[in-house]
Protein backbone atom coordinates (compact mmCIF):
# COMPACT_ATOMS: atom_id res chain seq x y z
CA UNK A 1 0.00 0.00 0.00
CA UNK A 2 1.53 3.40 -1.13
CA UNK A 3 1.33 6.47 1.73
CA UNK A 4 -0.61 9.26 0.77
CA UNK A 5 2.65 11.54 0.81
CA UNK A 6 3.70 9.00 -2.17
CA UNK A 7 0.19 9.57 -4.24
CA UNK A 8 0.85 13.39 -3.68
CA UNK A 9 1.91 15.39 -6.70
CA UNK A 10 4.66 17.64 -5.71
CA UNK A 11 6.02 18.71 -8.17
CA UNK A 12 1.57 20.41 -9.12
CA UNK A 13 1.38 21.38 -5.56
CA UNK A 14 4.53 23.60 -5.94
CA UNK A 15 3.36 24.79 -9.03
CA UNK A 16 0.16 26.18 -7.78
CA UNK A 17 1.81 27.66 -4.83
CA UNK A 18 4.43 29.82 -6.45
CA UNK A 19 1.81 30.36 -9.27
CA UNK A 20 -0.61 31.59 -6.44
CA UNK A 21 2.21 33.39 -4.20
CA UNK A 22 3.33 35.18 -7.99
CA UNK A 23 0.34 36.36 -8.84
CA UNK A 24 -0.39 37.77 -5.25
CA UNK A 25 2.65 39.62 -5.27
CA UNK A 26 2.30 40.69 -8.62
CA UNK A 27 -1.18 42.40 -7.88
CA UNK A 28 0.04 43.22 -4.56
CA UNK A 29 2.85 45.66 -6.22
CA UNK A 30 0.77 46.75 -9.13
CA UNK A 31 -1.60 48.32 -6.28
CA UNK A 32 0.92 49.99 -4.34
CA UNK A 33 2.20 51.05 -7.23
CA UNK A 34 -1.66 52.50 -8.06
CA UNK A 35 -2.35 54.07 -4.70
CA UNK A 36 1.31 56.02 -5.11
CA UNK A 37 1.06 57.07 -8.40
CA UNK A 38 -2.84 58.94 -7.19
CA UNK A 39 -1.10 60.47 -4.41
CA UNK A 40 1.76 61.49 -6.64
CA UNK A 41 -0.33 63.15 -9.06
CA UNK A 42 -2.63 64.53 -6.47
CA UNK A 43 0.12 66.36 -5.04
CA UNK A 44 2.07 69.42 -5.59
CA UNK A 45 5.74 69.48 -5.92
CA UNK A 46 8.43 71.01 -4.29
CA UNK A 47 11.89 70.99 -3.42
CA UNK A 48 13.49 70.26 0.31
CA UNK A 49 17.06 70.14 1.68
CA UNK A 50 18.29 67.12 3.62
CA UNK A 51 19.13 68.33 6.83
CA UNK A 52 19.40 65.31 9.04
CA UNK A 53 21.01 61.93 8.36
CA UNK A 54 21.07 59.33 10.18
CA UNK A 55 23.17 55.60 10.79
CA UNK A 56 20.74 52.56 11.48
CA UNK A 57 22.79 49.99 12.09
CA UNK A 58 21.53 46.51 12.07
CA UNK A 59 22.97 43.00 12.24
CA UNK A 60 21.85 39.58 10.59
CA UNK A 61 22.00 36.19 11.99
CA UNK A 62 25.47 35.64 11.10
CA UNK A 63 26.92 38.93 12.84
CA UNK A 64 27.48 40.90 10.33
CA UNK A 65 26.62 44.46 10.77
CA UNK A 66 25.27 46.68 8.10
CA UNK A 67 24.93 50.28 8.11
CA UNK A 68 22.32 51.84 6.08
CA UNK A 69 20.85 55.79 6.47
CA UNK A 70 17.88 57.84 7.30
CA UNK A 71 17.21 61.13 6.23
CA UNK A 72 14.88 64.28 7.45
CA UNK A 73 14.06 66.88 4.82
CA UNK A 74 12.72 70.30 5.50
CA UNK A 75 10.60 72.13 2.94
CA UNK A 76 8.27 74.93 2.68
CA UNK A 77 5.12 75.45 1.45
CA UNK A 78 3.52 78.87 1.67
CA UNK A 79 6.12 80.08 4.33
CA UNK A 80 5.34 77.28 6.34
CA UNK A 81 8.30 74.81 7.36
CA UNK A 82 7.78 71.36 7.48
CA UNK A 83 9.96 68.19 8.31
CA UNK A 84 9.51 64.70 6.65
CA UNK A 85 11.30 61.72 7.60
CA UNK A 86 10.71 58.87 4.64
CA UNK A 87 9.79 55.20 6.57
CA UNK A 88 12.85 53.85 4.57
CA UNK A 89 16.60 53.93 4.69
CA UNK A 90 19.25 53.82 2.10
CA UNK A 91 22.72 53.54 1.00
CA UNK A 92 24.08 55.64 0.03
CA UNK A 93 21.82 58.49 1.11
CA UNK A 94 21.94 62.30 -0.04
CA UNK A 95 23.93 64.07 2.45
CA UNK A 96 23.34 67.40 4.71
CA UNK A 97 22.56 69.93 2.47
CA UNK A 98 21.93 68.07 -0.70
CA UNK A 99 18.58 69.53 -2.24
CA UNK A 100 15.68 66.84 -2.70
CA UNK A 101 12.27 66.66 -3.94
CA UNK A 102 9.09 66.35 -2.28
CA UNK A 103 5.55 65.49 -2.75
CA UNK A 104 2.72 67.37 -0.65
CA UNK A 105 -1.17 67.02 -0.70
CA UNK A 106 -1.81 70.16 -0.68
CA UNK A 107 -4.63 70.00 1.90
CA UNK A 108 -2.20 68.86 4.18
CA UNK A 109 1.51 69.79 3.29
CA UNK A 110 2.92 67.87 6.62
CA UNK A 111 1.16 64.48 4.63
CA UNK A 112 4.80 63.84 2.24
CA UNK A 113 6.81 61.23 0.12
CA UNK A 114 10.44 61.63 -1.55
CA UNK A 115 10.41 62.27 -4.99
CA UNK A 116 13.04 60.60 -7.40
CA UNK A 117 13.56 56.54 -8.42
CA UNK A 118 14.27 55.34 -4.65
CA UNK A 119 10.98 55.35 -3.61
CA UNK A 120 9.95 53.09 -6.02
CA UNK A 121 12.28 50.17 -5.79
CA UNK A 122 10.33 48.41 -3.01
CA UNK A 123 7.61 48.13 -5.57
CA UNK A 124 10.12 46.87 -8.31
CA UNK A 125 11.33 44.42 -6.09
CA UNK A 126 8.05 43.24 -4.91
CA UNK A 127 7.05 43.00 -8.82
CA UNK A 128 10.27 41.28 -9.94
CA UNK A 129 9.60 38.30 -6.99
CA UNK A 130 6.19 38.19 -8.54
CA UNK A 131 7.09 37.49 -12.31
CA UNK A 132 9.84 35.01 -10.78
CA UNK A 133 7.14 33.50 -8.31
CA UNK A 134 4.71 32.93 -11.28
CA UNK A 135 7.56 32.04 -14.15
CA UNK A 136 8.93 29.04 -12.04
CA UNK A 137 4.96 28.25 -11.78
CA UNK A 138 5.14 28.41 -15.49
CA UNK A 139 7.85 26.07 -16.23
CA UNK A 140 6.78 23.59 -13.27
CA UNK A 141 3.92 23.32 -15.25
CA UNK A 142 5.43 23.31 -19.11
CA UNK A 143 7.51 20.61 -17.43
CA UNK A 144 5.52 18.18 -15.80
CA UNK A 145 3.03 18.56 -18.67
CA UNK A 146 5.61 17.52 -21.57
CA UNK A 147 6.91 14.89 -19.35
CA UNK A 148 3.45 13.79 -19.15
CA UNK A 149 2.56 13.46 -15.86
Known sequence: MRS????MDVPAIVGWIFGVLG???TIGAC???AVDIAMIRASDETTGVVV???AVTSTDSDGHRSVTYR???RYEVDGVPYTHTPSGSSNPAP???DKVGVYYRPE???DARMGGAL???GHMIVLILGFVFFAVAMLLFFVRRRLGS
Open 23 to 25: ALL
Open 4 to 7: SIED
Open 95 to 97: HVG
Open 119 to 121: PWM
Open 71 to 73: IDV
Open 31 to 33: VWG
Open 52 to 54: GRH
Open 108 to 110: NPS
